[in-house]
């Protein structure tokens, strides 16, 4: 049973009334996940921080933006918008500065720590060459720069605030269908514009783009879409090239389900759909989990997408 546990600007917790409405929206294109939430009204002064709850697991914790009092012929109602702890690196500005060297350690303990995060795994990788913190950079752009060039990877930070450097991976399996977790609609789109066919590199300031990485995939099956990347740059490496290439495989093909139960925590796991008109696809991981809940019932629609490769944290 979901249930919600507020706290007060004192730092006190407060047990919220029970729940009306519910919607929470964790994607792994967005940095902050968002919630927002409906209460039988009562007076529980300024709040915070909403704690989202599943039978005493935590499935949500957020910093509290708006907080609304509505009084109108159905009764009073408490509505919150909150969104995760990923927001106070989007909402907060970074010190211009430049840095030689800097260590994933370095980096979270300065930007991320101070903010109630927590990182998976201590990572003491090292960006070997300068990173320049502009005048405007919000510590979340501080974060995502240092990623992209270390380990050419988008960072996530997760619902309930672990950082995952390399992009969330979750631990478990979810298996739809048959006798598993339960789903009313299905779509499988496939989007040829998405996907590229090659990358052309310039390995050096003196030579031009004449190094392709390609997908040959993409190429049997007719598809032209061209890229290049200067690699002669300190902060685009030539594995860049082949991230490049996976994102746009990663975009090309998507599965949305509609499941009538509630997967909020799910995302990052690895998923598998046993449908017999479907082929099992093996490379499918939960992207995407959107969650809703009203007085007419509840549901979940989630997006699978293609991880290629092994991904480690």
């Known amino acids: 049973m979901l249930s919600c546990v507020l706290r007060d600007v004192s730092g006190k917790a407060i047990k919220a009334p029970p729940l009306l409405e519910l919607s929470v929206n964790i994607d792994e294109g967005v940095p902050a996940d968002s919630l ?9 002064g300024e709040l915070i921080e909403i704690t989202l709850y599943d039978d005493g697991k935590k499935l949500f914790v957020g910093v509290v933006d708006e907080q609304e ?3 109108s012929g159905k009764g009073g109602f408490l509505k919150i918008s909150a969104r995760s702890r990923a927001a106070l690196l989007l909402d907060n500005e970074a010190m211009p500065c430049a840095y030689d060297h800097p260590s994933m350690r370095f980096i979270y303990e300065r930007y991320v720590a101070p903010f109630g995060i927590t990182m ?7 960006y070997f060459g300068e990173q320049a913190i502009l005048k405007g950079f919000s510590c979340w752009r501080v974060l995502k720069k240092f990623c992209a060039a270390c380990y ?16 969330m991976v979750g631990d478990g399996t979810v298996i739809f269908g048959r006798e598993n977790v339960r789903y009313t609609s299905l779509s499988v789109v496939k989007k ?3 996907e590229l066919s090659a990358v052309y590199v310039k390995a050096s300031n003196a030579g031009s783009y004449t190094v392709p990485v390609e997908n040959r995939d993409a190429i049997r099956r007719g598809i032209s879409r061209v890229r290049y990347l200067n690699a002669a740059l300190n902060e685009s490496p030539m594995r860049c090239a082949d991230m490049m290439l996976r994102n746009s495989e990663a ?3 998507t599965v949305r389900l509609r499941c ?4 909020i925590g799910c995302e990052g796991n690895r998923a598998l759909i046993r449908d017999s008109a479907l082929e099992e696809d093996k490379d499918l991981y939960i992207s995407a989990v959107r969650y809703r809940m009203t007085a007419d019932g509840a549901y979940t629609d989630v997006t699978l997408k293609r ?5 480690d944290q």
Do not use: W
């Open 36 to 44: 927002y939430a409906v209460f039988p009204y009562r007076d529980l």
């Open 69 to 71: 009092h509505e009084e």
């Open 120 to 126: 998976r795994e201590h990572d003491d990788a090292v």
């Open 152 to 167: 050419s990877a988008l960072p996530r930070v997760s619902s309930v605030g672990v950082l995952y450097p390399k992009g």
């Open 192 to 194: 040829r514009c998405e």
């Open 251 to 253: 975009k090309a093909f």
């Open 260 to 263: 009538p139960s509630c997967l």
């Open 307 to 311: 991880r290629k490769g092994d991904v």
